[in-house]
């Protein structure tokens, strides 16, 4: 029973984050990838790491091809991959039975380093930036002419990271929770069998 919860949560949760990826439904930058990495990290032994990893590369070609009509998988992916993966490995540094408070915090930590690798990879490959401290510090704040400044996409990775990693942490702290009281709820005591009458 505790095993049929636990895959129609992650199931839920993989489903409400594909459809949450869609192009236009959620504002910049505003995404529940960096805390979902994570909390793949932080309940490694009840949400596949697998199972958000291939969630995430299908939403990706799914709207490189059908609604941005470019290449299903480019070059700059192997910059946001890899963020991924520093986001999973911090999330096996704290335990799945600490404070949403201190989860929180994790997922804060998590989007501020996506941003960070990201926004690098960026100035690494776009000839638009000067490869210097300036360049850099122009892809972390302003960006290149013509888009958005890049610390408003900043502001939106911070907010979805502590917001979404709050959320998931929750629901599985809670199942948890819920689970050992099914465990610790006392079964109920047979009725003693009525005696046999001597005839």
Known sequence: MKEKRNIILVALVLLAFALSRWPGLLPQNFSAAYALVFCAGVFHRRLPWWAVGLTLLATDVIKNVWHYHTDAVSDYMIAIYAAYVVLFWMGRQFSAAGSLTRLTGGGLMGAILFYLITNTASWLQNPEYVKSLAGWWQALTVGTLGWPETW?????????????????????????????????????EPEPEAENSKS
């Open 152 to 188: 408003k996409f900043f502001s939106n990775t911070l907010l979805s990271g502590g917001l979404f990693t709050g959320v998931i942490a929750f629901l599985f702290q809670s199942q948890t929770e819920d689970a050992k009281e099914d465990a610790e709820e006392p079964a109920e």
